[in-house]
């Protein structure tokens, strides 16, 4: 494994685990197998409905002594219908008990825009909140590193501008940015506006995301090939021997990116931690840099919230 330096002075592995979609014995399996093929970052979120399970599985590895606390660098995200300072901290604490940790290594606000809960746990029934205010709600973030429940923090599915906010206003300033990034969405610009500003930037999605494109009724905006069907990418494999999986994960990887791949077939998962042992070339990286779609090229847009695009705070460029 290698990993990226934080500026808070932790060691976040450059390839972790994903968990969006995963629930229940599934997740239980492929976490237990993912942690035996190595990985040590895992990601998850309140959103995702899915930390009781994480917790359950690392409490049985740690008190076990098949790993230390020390070892793992845990992430999950305050969700959008708690992105609200008052409503943070007790979330945080409910995350943490449903963990069983005591702290968790990574703590990011899932997204820049606020919803209020509707009666069921529907995100087509949440109601968006207007006023959002990222800087009371960063200043809470502040305080659970303070206190010692977060490590680290940081955000999720922010544009360029909402990042800049909170760095003008912050005293401790974020240590990573996760968002949507794969050889169709690369974001070069903002790739480059986070490394400057001292940001580790993580990359979702970075497969492709098919299930949940098919689940949320997402595609491209461009008529693309699945990733790993790409005629480019399938002929560097073949060229280095590796899966097409492999070559996009380390794609991204070299550009110091790092990903959280989410597979629940113990042999992909198994393989996609194993791209340390290749090296793309120069050619290779151009032909895949080319590849790149922009916002044509863009999975999630986060429309299973209702109207979501006329929140002010909407992240991404409208879709025509």
Known sequence: MKYLKLRSGGNMPMVGYGTWQAVDDVLESALNEALKSGYRHIDTATAYHNEHVIGKVLNEWITSGKVTRDELFIVTKLPPYKNRPEDLEECLKKSLDDLQLDYVDMYLIHTPFSVFA???SALSEMKMDL???HLAIWEMMEKQVACGRAKAIGLSNFNVKQIQRVLDNCKIKPDNLQVENHLYLQQPELVEFCKSNGI???AYSCLGAKGGREVMGLN???????MMENDVVLKIAEK?????AQVLLRFIVQKGIVVIPKSTN???LALNIQIFDFELDEQDMEALIAQDAGE???IIWLLFFTGIMDHPEYPFEKIA
Not at 220 to 226: A, F, M, S, V, Y
Not at 240 to 244: L, V
């Open 118 to 120: 509707g009666k069921t």
């Open 131 to 133: 006023s959002t205010d």
């Open 200 to 202: 580790v930037v993580t």
């Open 220 to 226: 491209w905006t461009k008529d693309l090939p699945e």
């Open 240 to 244: 280095h021997g590796k899966t097409a």
């Open 266 to 268: 113990p042999e992909r």
């Open 296 to 298: 044509g090229g863009r």
